[in-house]
């Protein structure tokens, strides 16, 4: 009996073991056999059509959505990547449906996406560089200041930068890092420690009022390199207001512009600028630099929320610097996961 479940008849007439591909034959029949002759496979499904032509249209546009309500446009470029999860289900109703029309439109919002996140898809990541750098927003009521500090810095880094760190716990950390980095610079709550030498330490400017951004010159093996490290403001969303950035758009620019007039031609950034590449009130500081993720990264490398990552906010930029690799690192006591980077300051050869 259990082997005539899987007898099929011959065409003499007899019976015979049925081959997968007979199985997968009359499965597919039996799921597009309803479409064949049937007229209104191209009326059904309009619905449907025309939600893929517009989600294809916000993503193919979404540098021009405005941002004067709600800084819509920069909301949308923070989760833009997340709008793909709509395309496998706009596929899914178009079958189920049976509607020609939507599948065929929903072709559209797949080819926008893909042509904008699916270099991302890609390991481009390489085993060189000549520095590996990490940055991490250790929260500020992290529970456990030594822990988080002796995570990050079992990563290997050569440069360590950490925002958020509260005035109580600075000397948690130096205690924490000292084993492992011999030169180390805090500037309000962000901080900077190093096993090169640290020169030319400063506060930057970012128009907030209190100091959450420094640069220093870290003196490597292959010379000289400007190191950034900076906290932008924290970014709302509010029922009553939208996306509330304004401050961080503000610091963004300061930021930029000190970026633009660092003498030094390799330069570094690390930290939580609150903000993705793709959002374009970022622009003053990501059009002068490269981001190590998306040149040499190995998916997203979404870093915030640490218990759900959706979104990289914590990031990696190097101008006059070649990456080889990028990476998140194990999550720790904070909210955000640690970032890191390796890259290569030879770029003679």
């Known amino acids: 009996m259990a082997q005539q479940a899987y007898m ?30 049937d007229p209104r496979i191209w009326r059904r499904g309009i619905i449907l059509a025309v939600l893929a032509l517009l989600l294809a249209l916000v993503m193919l546009v979404h540098s021009r959505i405005p ?39 929903v072709l559209l919002p797949a080819i926008v996406w893909l042509n904008l996140f699916g270099g991302l898809l890609t390991d481009k990541s390489g085993s060189g560089g000549d520095l590996m750098v990490a940055t991490h927003n250790v929260n500020a009521d992290n529970p456990d200041p030594a822990l988080t500090a002796r995570d990050v810095a079992s990563s290997g880094a050569d440069v360590l930068a950490l925002e958020e760190v509260p005035g109580t716990a600075v000397a948690v950390y130096e205690q924490a890092l000292a084993p492992t980095y011999r030169y180390h610079a805090v500037v309000g709550t962000v901080g900077l420690w190093s096993k090169y030498p640290m020169s030319d330490v400063q506060a930057v400017d970012i128009k907030l009022g209190w100091k959450r951004a420094m640069r220093a010159t870290v003196t490597t093996p ?20 939208g996306f509330t950035a304004r401050q961080r758009d503000k610091s963004a620019d300061a930021l930029g ?93």
């Open 8 to 37: 099929t008849e011959t065409a003499d007439g007899g019976s015979g073991p049925e081959r997968p591909g007979s199985r997968l034959r009359r499965l597919t029949q039996r799921l597009l056999g309803g479409w064949r002759g």
């Open 67 to 105: 941002n004067r309500l709600g800084n819509l446009g920069s909301l949308t470029e923070t989760f833009l990547p997340w709008l793909g999860l709509a395309i496998p289900v706009l596929l899914l109703l178009g079958l189920i449906r049976k509607s020609a029309t939507a599948l065929i439109a």
């Open 222 to 241: 292959h010379g000289p390199v400007a190191v950034y490290v900076a906290h932008m403001p924290s970014v709302r969303v509010k029922v009553e207001a």
């Open 257 to 349: 512009e000190a970026i633009a007039d660092e003498p030094l031609k390799r330069v570094v950034l690390l930290g939580d600028l609150n903000g993705t590449m793709n959002d374009r009130s970022l622009n003053a500081v990501t059009s002068q630099m490269r981001s190590t993720q998306g040149a040499a990264g190995s998916g997203f490398g979404f870093s915030w929320p640490a218990s759900f990552p959706m979104a990289r906010i914590d990031q990696i930029m190097v101008r006059g610097v070649e990456p080889e690799s990028s990476w998140t690192l194990p999550r720790t006591g904070s909210d955000h996961l640690p970032v890191a980077a390796r890259v290569k300051l030879d770029t003679s050869s």
